[in-house]
């Protein structure tokens, strides 16, 4: 078992049990107004299967050794920057300015 497989398992069945536990805040339905899986049923399914997969993953089962990634370009970080702006730009001065705004910078940014 690697380290960072356990790491990532683990912070991934914390966000499952707290996902979970958010399943239970949906109202319920009547079983008569029901047809296959109701609103709660279909993400504790998803939930659990995300769950199952982690747990496999933690002990190394279907998931091969490899090489140690290389790390994520600085550009990556920037273009998260200038999206994370875009959404606070949104909220000041609607979608279609901050639209082209974006668009513009993006472009600027990336070379285009």
């Not at 279909?42 to 140690?68: D, H, K, Q, S, Y």
């Not at 790390?71 to 082209?100: D, K």
């Amino acid at each position: 078992m690697r380290r960072t497989d356990a790491v990532v398992a683990a912070v991934a069945l914390c966000g499952c049990v707290v996902a979970y536990w958010l399943t239970y805040r949906f109202a319920v339905m009547p079983a008569a107004m029901v047809s296959g899986l109701g609103a709660e049923v279909f993400p504790r399914l998803v939930i659990g299967v995300i769950a199952f997969l982690a747990v496999l993953a933690a002990f190394g089962i279907g998931n091969p050794p490899m090489e140690t990634p290389a790390p994520v370009p600085r550009m990556v970080w920037i273009t998260s920057a200038v999206l994370f702006a875009f959404v606070g730009a949104v909220q000041l001065i609607g979608m279609w300015p901050a639209a082209f705004v974006f668009l513009i910078c993006l472009g600027l940014l990336w070379g285009e």
